[in-house]
């Protein structure tokens, strides 16, 4: 259902745990720099607080954020049509993040698919931070109050989540329409890249190993070989998208393809219809190295320059606050802080 009373503004974040691959590309970042040229407001953030819910080695951290700022840049992000800045400059987020930890219900969590997949049978050496992220997450969106949310789609039910919260916030402080009800926008060939060794399984930036993902960096060379060795079952491409339905690897392969040339997957069917993997795969890499060589060039160029990146980020972070700092006063009003 559309939102009629909040003004329509676009959140969504990239978490600096590892380097960008295919999958945050196709699923987030080009759909980012798309809809800057929207009537919407945009705001992008790279999400660091999110980042250490699992270990990350202090240096690398603040390599992989600039890394992920470059590559919201180097991808056509242009930080006058977007705010683009890093979460934990503004403390708004940790703050709402605080107050929602208690809205949300412990069996919402428990529900959280995504955490009981990260955390397999380890739950219990997790950290509070990785169960509690939703919430942090929906703190993100609502800060700016923001009603459209472009993800891929292992976040839909994240997204779901900000409405839970949103929506009992909203009743138990009889503040109705306060938060917006945020839709996920999931569009798109590519809504879910999965992993080259295993198509069962999503492509993670923290996946175990390098050859299951294309990683934004990787040279030529490297991409034509993990498409080469990529899985796949040993018959040709069919003549129509039906007949990938139980051909996980393969329906990836083809769906890589689509997002990469901005078709869709039924049209690359008609065009290989009836090839082996030894035409498709290397006109796949070549088609994948067309599009990611430019931006991992540009990412490169900026990263030899941090301290503009880290200026970039820090002029988006200005801009970010003067949107969330009157809806967090006015979040703590509501729930009758004294602040005066
Ligand atoms: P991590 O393994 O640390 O969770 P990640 O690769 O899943 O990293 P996130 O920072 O969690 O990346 O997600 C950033 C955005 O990229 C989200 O919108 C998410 O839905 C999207 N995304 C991540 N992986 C994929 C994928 N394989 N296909 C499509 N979209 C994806
Ligand atoms: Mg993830």
């Known amino acids: 259902m559309a939102d009629v009373t909040h003004t329509p503004r676009v959140f969504s974040g990239i978490k ?6 295919l999958g945050n590309y196709l699923g987030a970042i080009k759909k980012f720099v798309q809809t800057q040229d929207s009537e919407m407001e945009t705001i992008y953030c790279v999400v660091d607080l999110h980042a250490v819910t699992v270990w990350q080695d202090p240096a690398d951290l603040t390599h992989a954020t600039r890394e992920v700022a470059a590559g919201y840049l180097a991808s056509g992000l242009d930080p006058a049509k977007s705010i683009l800045f890093n979460q934990s ?3 708004g987020h940790a703050e709402l993040g605080w107050l929602f930890n208690c809205v949300a219900r412990v069996g919402w ?4 698919t995504q955490f009981k997949e990260k955390a397999g049978k380890n739950a219990e050496k997790q950290s509070l ?3 509690a992220y939703p919430s ?8 700016y109050h923001a009603t459209h949310v472009p993800v891929g789609e292992d976040q839909k039910q994240h997204v779901e989540l900000t409405r839970d919260i949103a929506s009992k916030f909203n009743h138990d402080f009889k ?6 009800l945020p839709e996920p926008v999931i569009e798109g060939p590519a809504t879910r890249v999965m992993n080259l060794r295993d198509g069962t399984k999503k492509m993670s930036k923290s996946g175990e190993s390098d050859m299951e993902r294309i990683n934004m960096t990787d040279d030529a060379d490297k991409i034509a070989k993990k498409f080469r060795k990529a899985r796949t079952d040993p018959d040709a491409l069919p003549d129509n998208y039906e007949g990938l339905k139980d051909r996980p690897e393969a329906r990836n392969l083809v769906d890589i393809y ?5 078709t869709t997957a039924e049209a690359v069917i008609t065009e290989y219809a ?3 993997w030894g035409q498709f795969k290397p006109a796949l890499a070549d088609l994948a190295v067309d599009k990611l060589a430019p931006i991992s060039e540009e990412m490169a160029r900026l990263m030899a320059d941090p301290a503009e990146i880290d200026r970039t980020l820090a002029a988006g972070a200005d801009r970010a606050r003067e949107i969330a700092e009157p809806i967090l006063s006015k979040t703590f009003d509501i729930m009758g802080f004294v602040r005066g």
């Open 16 to 21: 600096p745990s590892g380097g960008l691959t």
């Open 89 to 91: 400059r503004v403390s």
């Open 109 to 112: 969590m428990n529900r959280m």
């Open 129 to 131: 931070g990785l169960y």
């Open 136 to 143: 942090l997450m929906a703190a993100d969106i609502l800060l």
């Open 175 to 180: 503040a109705e329409g306060f938060f917006p």
């Open 258 to 262: 689509a997002a990469l040339s901005d």
């Open 274 to 276: 009836g090839a082996g």
